[in-house]
């Protein structure tokens, strides 16, 4: 699908009401680098998560103000401070939903996961936010279908943040073209699809809290210092060989190959992080502490247990479903004092985006 084909046309407005919720997603194959508009410098692809997500509910009102008028409440709370983000993503979206100046929003939305926690809530908000947005639309155009509802959707998520658009479907979504996958497209998300093995239906991941503050340099920074980075280029061929590697892995199941593109896929993102200029670290003293807990545990017990990093000191741990007890045992005796106020979050794996 092209640009041109998300741009819907002008409609008569109708009271309506949408609530969605999205979940948050972990990428496995990183995207770091893109250009405009949102779009990656290389493929990547995540974990749709379970328990970590946002819910939205959008009050559309008619209004013929002919511009965008919303209010935003986050957990009850009106929050002027987050219009600026909002009206930057609705200046991004409004040429592919002519409809939406016939409105005004009111928007509310909410986390299952705590605020800080150094867990980003762009990716499930803003794709649950444009569930919402969808589902006018499919009011407005009955004629839609479903492909080209979840694939619009993922398409205006990324806009608002581009791993926002694998925050729609489940369990493993995929973003960016690769030559492995041929209804991959830089534009939206789409789903790993059937062949996935069945390991990773319900894979877990534990997000240990190192540091629950924000972060000293946010990702638009960090993805604005890939350009003219030295190792740049050959990053975004590490990602897409990497992705392409990753595929027949996931299909297969095998666990030590995972665990080893996995685990590259993490300190690579980090890497490009201590070789960019400037430079700067996100891990903390805690988060190396942890990996090398967890290569001691891997290599003592044989159980596949691995991690990955998001931009961010937090550690994400991914094992199978199976291996639940003697994982959960060694968190609490060995890593939760790693943990900010030893505090962690058990997720896994989910089914994608749900209509409330
Ligand atoms: O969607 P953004 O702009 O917040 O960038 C996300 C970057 C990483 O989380 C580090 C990697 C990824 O693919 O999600």
């Known amino acids: ?3 041109s084909s998300f741009i819907a046309s002008k409609a008569s407005p109708i009271n ?7 979940p948050s997603n972990i990428a496995l194959i990183k995207y770091w680098g893109k250009h405009e ?5 290389n493929s990547s692809l995540s974990f749709t998560l379970s328990s970590s997500k946002t819910k939205t509910k959008v009050i559309f009102k008619p209004h013929p103000k002919n511009e965008i008028d919303f209010e935003f409440y986050f957990h009850g709370i009106p929050k002027p401070d ?7 993503f609705f200046d991004r979206i409004h040429t592919f939903i002519p409809w939406i100046f016939n409105y005004r929003l009111e928007i509310h939305s909410e ?7 150094g867990i980003a809530s762009s990716a499930s908000s803003m794709a649950a936010l444009s569930l919402c947005i969808m589902d006018l639309e499919q009011q407005l155009f009955p004629e839609i279908k479903q492909a080209y509802f979840f694939n619009k959707a993922s398409f205006l998520a990324r ?3 581009g791993s926002a658009a694998r925050s729609i479907h489940g369990p493993v979504s995929l973003w960016g073209k690769n030559k492995e996958r041929k209804k991959s497209s830089d534009l939206y998300a789409t789903p790993f699809g059937p062949s996935l093995n069945s390991v990773f239906h319900d894979y877990q991941d534990t997000i240990l809290l190192v540091d629950k503050g924000s972060k000293k340099v946010s990702s638009t920074q960090g993805h604005s210092l890939m350009h003219g980075h030295p190792f740049a280029e050959n990053r975004f061929i590490q990602a897409t060989n990497n992705l392409s590697a990753l595929v027949p892995i996931m299909e297969a199941g095998a666990l030590d190959d995972f665990i080893h593109l996995v685990e590259l896929e993490a300190l690579s993102l980090h890497a490009m992080m201590l070789t960019s200029n400037p430079y700067f670290i996100l891990m903390q003293p805690n988060t190396l502490a942890i990996i090398h807990k967890v290569w001691e545990f891997r290599k003592e017990t044989s159980v596949p247990l691995c991690f990955t990093l998001d931009a961010g000191a937090n550690v994400h741990l991914l094992y199978p479903k199976q291996n639940i007890e003697l994982v959960h ?5 060995e890593l939760s004092c790693f943990c900010q106020n030893r505090q962690y979050l058990f997720d896994a794996v989910g089914t994608g985006a749900k209509k409330v």
């Open 329 to 333: 045992s060694f968190i609490k005796q």
């Open 159 to 161: 806009l608002g943040s």
């Open 111 to 117: 986390n299952s996961f705590p605020h800080s926690s």
């Open 1 to 3: 699908m092209e640009t």
């Open 16 to 22: 309506y009401s949408s609530t969605w919720e999205a």
């Open 82 to 88: 987050f219009k600026a983000k909002l009206n930057s």
């Open 37 to 41: 508009p949102q779009l990656p410098k």
